[in-house]
């Protein structure tokens, strides 16, 4: 992960972006929010908000059914998992549990103390039938993340109004590393229903920092959740800006038309932008990252069916 910081104002804030941004080239800009957006847009800006561009546009917001890396993004702002992950690290810490599992001697039983306190988006209360509901919601309905539990989970029940007891079917020694995955965010009981199918990929109603606000082609709008139950974000919320390609993308941040721009520039343009940090006035800071390219080459078809052609 690159990220490119114009100003030591906004650490305060990159904190609360790390997880929305948990993969990716970041820019961020040195001068106060702007004031326009690009053509089009009915996503507005203001000097308490940040305005973050990116080309990635969310196929769903429903978390039992998004995988892809642009819903996970903002998964992370809005909602809260059972586990996550410390600032920097691969080290899993309670979110929504109060302390990491105590699991039974035969590896198959695990029972999770959770969070008081917490609420929805709807102002609906978080508890263990919430929980229970969400994790049964992220298999049953089936989406395309469901077989990361589904084959794996016996039974999810409340053991106390604030505790869940999850039974597998093998011992998995990486279960709760599972529950720290952004689509087992608790979601309201109230805004969303168990069933084959039954998505709802334009909204979405957690217990995270920010609530969605506006979710449209061309941005998605968060503002900060006043009744979160952690520590609140040092801005008034964010605009996402999705912008149609990288050479727009890449003229927004060098003309300050977003504080933050990340996924996806090409090779070439973020050379640019290194090359250009002094006079620019943004440092580059670099962190790993854990996301993980691939490309896969169809062997049925010429010229990649001679093993020649591959091998070249």
């Known amino acids: 992960m690159n990220w490119f910081t114009l100003s030591r104002k906004h650490w305060s804030t990159t904190k609360f972006l790390a997880l929305f941004l948990c993969s990716c080239f970041l820019i961020i800009s040195c001068g106060g929010s702007p004031s326009n957006q690009q053509t089009g847009s009915s996503i507005t800006s203001n000097s ?46 309670p979110q929504l549990a109060t302390a ?6 035969d ?16 102002n609906t209360p978080f508890n263990a039938e919430a929980m229970a509901f969400s994790l049964r919601r992220f298999i049953e309905n089936g989406g395309k993340p469901s077989s990361l539990l589904e084959g794996l989970v016996d039974s999810i029940e409340p053991s106390g109004e604030y505790e869940l007891t999850i039974k597998i079917k ?3 020694a990486a279960f709760p590393a599972l529950l720290a995955f952004s689509g087992t965010c608790a979601v309201s009981p109230n805004a969303y229903e168990i069933g084959s ?41 964010l605009n ?9 993308l890449f003229n927004s941040i060098k003309t300050g038309a977003v504080d933050i721009g990340y996924q996806s520039l090409d090779p ?15 440092q580059v800071i670099e962190s790993p990252s854990n996301n993980i390219n691939y490309m896969v080459l169809n062997t049925q078809m010429a010229p990649l069916d001679k093993p020649e052609v591959r091998q070249a």
Not at 111 to 117: A, F, N, S, V
Not at 240 to 248: K, Y
């Open 268 to 282: 070439d343009q973020i050379l640019s932008l290194q090359k250009g940090a002094a006079s620019g006035g943004w």
């Open 48 to 93: 308490n908000r940040l305005t973050i561009g990116t080309t990635l546009k969310p196929r769903t917001l429903d978390p039992a059914d998004a995988y892809e890396l642009a819903a996970s993004n903002i998964h992370y702002s809005l909602g809260d998992r059972l586990y996550t992950y410390k600032l920097g690290t691969s080290e899993l810490v």
């Open 240 to 248: 996402v800006q999705i912008l149609t390609n990288s050479a727009n």
């Open 107 to 122: 590896g198959l039983t695990y029972t999770i103390p959770l969070r008081q306190g917490v609420v929805f988006h709807d």
């Open 100 to 105: 990491m599992p105590t699991i039974s001697k």
């Open 197 to 237: 199918g039954k998505f709802e990929p334009t909204k979405f109603v957690g217990t995270g920092p920010y609530k969605l606000v506006k979710f449209s082609p061309n941005g998605i709008r968060l503002d900060v959740f006043e009744e979160y139950w952690g520590k609140k974000p040092p801005n008034q919320g």
């Open 170 to 172: 093998n011992p998995f």
